[in-house]
Structure formats: structure tokens, C-alpha cells
């Protein structure tokens, strides 16, 4: 069990700063797929507008998920097996349904923005379904993410609290990041 109320700033420390510098690692390797993708953001420098917006997409929906989670754990609602199930289930539905629905209203935002500038159509067309594409499978992949790692980290007795969410901020942002990248370089591939 947790005991907060007992816990010391020295205590805290302890169990926050192993996951912050294994995870200041691991984020190197976002650093590192920007970097693989310098062509690509060289050729189409317009993604690099649209990286901020998915990968805060991501991290809000994967904090979403992770809220909810520990809510569920703090009030024993995930006690079994079967709880686990369909609150995954769940969550893989709503990851699924706000991917659409965020992936087609950033669609529609972006194919008019990039008529408006002057783009042509399909040049429009083909960058607005990169961009809706990549919202929408990132904003799944996060929301599966953010349910999954707290609920991993408390079968490997680690408090979920604690090294959930940094992780699942540096997990979604490699996870977004590649999406993306890989997406643009495979469906735009005419303006590269």
C-alpha cells in the first residue's frame, strides 16, 4: 500500500528520480526520429507545424486514459482479470472513436487551411489525410497506452502513480512521432 501522508520529500525523490533519468534515455530516441526524418522535414517543412498538435494530442489522451485508470485502481474497481478486460475494451473503443472524430475534424481543418494558402488540391488532399491519419491512429495507439502501462506497472508491483505518466508521455511520443514520419513519407511521397 501507499502511504502518502507519511511520505518524505527525500522518499519521493527516491522512487520519482530512477524512472526521470531512465526515461531522459529513452527520450533520446525522440530526438532521434526527428533527426531520421530531417529529409522529410526538409522537403515538407509544413509537418513540422503539425508536430507540436499531435504529439500533445497523444500525451493529453494517454493522461486521459492513465486518470481514469488510477481512478478505477483507488476505488478497486480493476480487482480481477474481467475488470481489466472490458476496461480495455472500453478504452480501445473510445482510443478508436476519438481518433476518428479528432482525425476528421483536423481533416477538414487542414485541407481548408492549405487551399486557403494557395496548395493545390490534391497536394491539399494528400497532406490533410496525413496529417487526419496520423491524429487519429495516434490518438488510439495513446489512449491504449495510457490504460495498458499503469495497469503493467502495477502487475510488476511498481507504483503506477508515479512512473505512469512519464512514460506514457515519452512511449506516445515515440509511438506519434513514428506514425507520422513514416506516414508522410509514405503517403506523400510525390512533394518529397
Known amino acids: 500500500t501507499i502511504d502518502e501522508d507519511n511520505e518524505t520529500v527525500k522518499s519521493s525523490v527516491r522512487k520519482r528520480i530512477p524512472w526521470l533519468?531512465?526515461?531522459?534515455?529513452i527520450n533520446l530516441i525522440t530526438s532521434g526520429i526527428v533527426t531520421g526524418f530531417e529529409a522529410t522535414l526538409t522537403a515538407i517543412p509544413t509537418?513540422?507545424?503539425?508536430?507540436?498538435?499531435?504529439?500533445?494530442?497523444?500525451?493529453n489522451t494517454g493522461?486521459?486514459?492513465?486518470?481514469?485508470?488510477?481512478?478505477?485502481?483507488a476505488s478497486n474497481q480493476l480487482a480481477d482479470s474481467k475488470d481489466i478486460l472490458k476496461h480495455l475494451l472500453?478504452?480501445?473503443?473510445?482510443?478508436?472513436?476519438?481518433?476518428?472524430?479528432?482525425?476528421?475534424?483536423?481533416?477538414?481543418?487542414?485541407?481548408?487551411?492549405?487551399?486557403?494558402?494557395?496548395t493545390p488540391l490534391s497536394d491539399a488532399l494528400d497532406f490533410s489525410k496525413v496529417i487526419a491519419i496520423s491524429i487519429a491512429i495516434s490518438l488510439f495507439a495513446?489512449?491504449?497506452?495510457?490504460?495498458?502501462?499503469?495497469?503493467?506497472m502495477r502487475m510488476i508491483k511498481v507504483?503506477?502513480?508515479?512512473?505512469?505518466?512519464?512514460?506514457?508521455?515519452?512511449?506516445?511520443?515515440?509511438?506519434a512521432l513514428l506514425i507520422y514520419f513514416g506516414l508522410a513519407n509514405l503517403m506523400i511521397s510525390s512533394l518529397l
Open 142 to 152: 495513446s489512449t491504449v497506452a495510457g490504460t495498458l502501462i499503469p495497469i503493467l
Open 159 to 175: 507504483d503506477p502513480a508515479v512512473a505512469s505518466g512519464p512514460f506514457i508521455t515519452t512511449v506516445n511520443d515515440i509511438i
Open 47 to 59: 509537418l513540422a507545424l503539425f508536430m507540436p498538435l499531435i504529439l500533445n494530442m497523444a500525451g
Open 90 to 118: 472500453r478504452e480501445f473503443l473510445t482510443g478508436i472513436v476519438n481518433g476518428l472524430a479528432v482525425g476528421a475534424m483536423l481533416f477538414a481543418l487542414v485541407f481548408i487551411l492549405k487551399s486557403i494558402d494557395g
Open 63 to 73: 493522461t486521459q486514459s492513465l486518470g481514469v485508470v488510477i481512478r478505477l485502481f
Open 21 to 25: 533519468i531512465i526515461l531522459l534515455f
